[in-house]
């Protein structure tokens, strides 16, 4: 695959999430492109299609660009621009339009490509990193960090997740340590397994903390 389109995109998403103080910066959208492109060669996945549809993964996200979401505007604006074909713009907005957790709604995505990106933009919400990013979000989103009167809602439908408004520590709950079960690859699994205990490890010293027993 010629490099160029690949270079692009990376200046696209860059330019893209500049301002982004959500935890959806340009980093994100770059560790996901290095993960999902690691887990497709071990699945001997197709890497143009995993590399495009992890770089425009979050280019047109409900939260970020809710006038081009449906459509993928922005991500078929720059696929067309560098004479990708349809079929294959098609292919790359179909994985993007399968990624997102959605609760118990959540979809296993049809291809090996698209299921290479879910687990690595999944892989991203966990551990180290992904503690980082969901206080970030929590913190952008007004939200407070814990409140031990209000109790996780596990098991949510999509609907039920989108419009749930918690505590960042219940989206532990809520989310982030249902993610290592949901891992589609094998490569994947074996990461997340890691970085669950981490967060786990975490997670009770966050707490003990907040107890006064630490
Ligand atoms: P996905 O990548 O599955 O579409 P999101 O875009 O919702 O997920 O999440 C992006 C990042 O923001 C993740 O790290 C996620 O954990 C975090 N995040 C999403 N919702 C919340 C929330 N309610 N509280 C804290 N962090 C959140
Ligand atoms: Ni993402």
Redesign the pocket.
């Known amino acids: 695959m010629d490099k160029t389109i690949i270079n692009d995109a990376v200046k696209f998403v860059i330019n893209t999430f500049k301002d982004d103080y ?3 910066d340009y980093f ?1 959208t770059l560790r996901v492109y290095k993960m999902a492109t690691r887990i497709a060669e071990q699945e001997n996945a197709d890497l143009t299609i995993v590399q495009l549809a992890a770089l425009l ?2 280019v047109d ?1 409900i ?1 970020l660009s809710p006038e081009t979401h449906a459509n993928k505007d922005r991500a078929v604006a720059f696929l067309r621009k560098h004479s990708i074909s349809e079929q294959m713009i098609k292919s790359i907005c179909d994985i993007i339009g399968e ?3 959605r609760g118990t709604d959540s979809i296993i995505p049809k291809t090996i490509e698209g299921r290479c990106v879910q687990d690595a ?2 892989l ?2 966990i551990g180290a990193i ?1 503690i980082a ?6 913190g952008s ?1 007004n ?1 407070i960090i814990h409140d031990p009167e209000i109790k996780p809602i596990v098991n949510m439908n999509a609907d039920e997740y989108q419009n ?5 520590i ?2 532990f709950y ?3 340590f249902q993610l290592k079960d949901l891992m589609n690859t094998a490569t994947a699994k074996k990461i997340a397994e890691q970085r669950d205990a981490y967060m786990k490890t975490y997670m009770s010293e966050f707490l003990d903390e907040w107890d006064g027993i630490r």
């Open positions: 959500s935890g959806h994100h993964h979050d996200d939260k990624v997102s957790f933009d999944r991203d919400a992904g990013r969901a206080f970030a979000y929590g989103h939200r749930h408004i918690s505590t960042t219940n989206h809520e989310k982030l």
